[in-house]
């Protein structure tokens, strides 16, 4: 059974660019959160989905960030119009039942670079 | 101040010795998590609990609802042990499911 995957492991983008980071939650899991860890700081919620649904987006920044988790494929975050300071490692977690009792299974995360 | 405190932020100990980390919190919670984030950046969860206390190998984890705090312990600590040690909480069921996280603790075991 595989774990959660996110890919790429590693994203350059230049300042103004999109980037796009992608989720596959584990098999039979339908929650999916998003966690941003800035350098040198600590894990921040960003926002939860269950499939086709945004469940709890008050992490999110207002503007330029989205997320969105289709009835078929993986979960999306996309940044748009990047800055450099939106370089951080971005975890995906997923869980079976609603977080709040379940535990959360943490992807490898995703680094993103901007120049 | 943060929804939850851990402590130390940097523990430095010698292989074998038994370590405490602790974690504090200030809101309601429906369950306490303690997850290991390793050198390379990967996240493991450890353990999560809502009461009394867990055992996994060498790592336990406690926690008492009533005082809002939680410790984890190394018994017979090993340089592999070496990693950040996070603390967060499920906030209560009316407060959705996103995690709340501690700053973390730096363990470092030298042979």
């Known amino acids: 059974n595989a774990g959660v995957m996110q890919n790429p492991r590693h994203l350059v983008r230049r300042r103004g660019q999109e980037a796009r980071l992608r989720c596959s939650p584990m098999?039979?899991?339908?929650?999916v959160y998003w966690y941003r860890q800035l350098p040198e700081e600590g894990l921040k919620f960003m926002v939860y989905?269950?499939?086709?649904?945004?469940?709890?987006e008050s992490g999110m920044p207002k503007e330029r960030f989205s997320a969105e988790f289709p009835k078929e494929g993986p979960s999306i975050l996309r940044i748009q119009q990047v800055v450099r300071g939106d370089s951080a490692a971005y975890f995906c977690?997923?869980?079976?039942?609603?977080?709040?009792?379940?535990?959360?299974?943490f992807g490898p995360g995703t680094r993103l670079t901007v120049l | 101040k943060n929804e939850v405190e851990q402590s130390p932020q940097n523990l430095t100990a010698q292989e074998g010795e038994f370590i405490t980390i602790n974690c504090s919190y200030s809101?309601?919670?429906?369950?306490l998590h303690w997850l290991q984030q390793h050198p390379g950046g990967g996240i493991v969860s450890l353990f999560m609990?809502?009461?009394g206390k867990k055992k996994h190998g060498r790592l336990i984890a406690t926690i008492n609802i009533q005082e809002k705090h939680s410790s984890l312990h190394i018994t017979a600590s090993h340089p592999r042990d070496s990693a950040v040690y996070i603390c967060a909480v499920s906030p209560d069921e009316t407060s959705g499911s996103r995690l709340t996280f501690g700053e973390g603790t730096q363990l470092t075991v030298n042979p």
């Open positions: 977690a997923s869980s079976q039942l609603t977080g709040g009792a379940d535990t959360q299974y």
């Open positions: 809101v309601g919670i429906s369950a």
């Open positions: 609990l809502s009461s």
């Open positions: 989905l269950q499939k086709e649904n945004i469940i709890d």
């Open positions: 098999k039979g899991h339908s929650h």
